[in-house]
């Protein structure tokens, strides 16, 4: 009765020595992302106009009347909004 056998450990030893291999094949092979703008894109950034102080002021007094609960909305405005928007 044998109770070592060699014999039996070499083809584990082949399918390790096939996993690293794939490994490092795989590292070789990564590619990376990339990301291309196009002209039309750049042109509508360029375009893009920065913020006006009068907006920054109306954002900021709009922001303050929510805050104290003056902010009333006017709902004939946002009726004729939404008629032109269903039509």
Known sequence: MKIIETGRIQPVHTYQKQGEARVT????????????????????????????AERKQRIQELKNEVASGTYRVDAEKIADKLWDFLK
């Open 25 to 52: 094949e795989n590292a070789r092979t990564r590619k990376t992302d990339q990301v291309q703008i196009s002209e039309e894109a750049q042109a509508m950034l360029a375009s893009r106009q920065p913020e006006s």
